[in-house]
């Protein structure tokens, strides 16, 4: 079994991707913000539409998602893709990220998903965030 620091960056960060994912489907807001530089940056489909900045603002976001997942809509990677260099990395996936029944009216609908990474002493960070639906 290879350490994590013997795991090639793309798998790396393909981990640190699908863990967050599980952490955001759980509602464990230590496991969301876990693997995120301390200046993230997040555009977020909803509110401020300027950004959130910092880990603090960035923890407080993620409340409501919860809640509303709470009372039945899901959070699935339905695809991820990733480019890692040496010590920048970026990465988008499609998420489904609805009720059932928005799903049931609206069977395509995705959220889209851009991460920022960078590499600091050797552990990749999530430094920013964009969480967008397409608008027809």
């Keep these: 079994m290879l350490h994590d620091s013997d795991m090639p960056d793309e798998a790396r960060i393909?981990?640190?991707?699908t863990a967050w994912a599980a952490a955001v489907h759980r509602g464990d807001l230590a496991g969301v913000s876990a693997d995120h530089a301390q200046d993230i940056v997040m555009f977020d489909v909803a509110s401020p539409h300027d950004g959130i900045r910092g880990l603090?603002?960035?923890r407080a976001a993620w409340p409501p998602l919860?809640?509303?997942q709470a009372?039945?809509?899901c959070f699935d990677i339905e695809s991820l893709h990733i480019i890692a260099g040496?010590?920048?990395a970026y990465a988008h996936a499609l998420v489904r990220c609805a009720t059932p029944e928005e799903l049931?009216?609206?069977p395509g609908l995705r959220i889209r998903l851009t991460f920022g990474l960078r590499k600091e002493r050797g552990r990749w960070l999530v430094a920013h965030e964009h969480?967008?639906?397409?608008h027809d």
Excluded: E, K, M, N
């Design 86 to 88: 040496t010590d920048v």
């Design 14 to 17: 393909r981990a640190l991707i």
């Design 66 to 68: 919860f809640a509303w």
């Design 104 to 106: 049931a009216a609206h």
């Design 56 to 58: 603090a603002a960035y």
């Design 131 to 134: 969480h967008s639906f397409p």
């Design 71 to 73: 009372q039945g809509g």
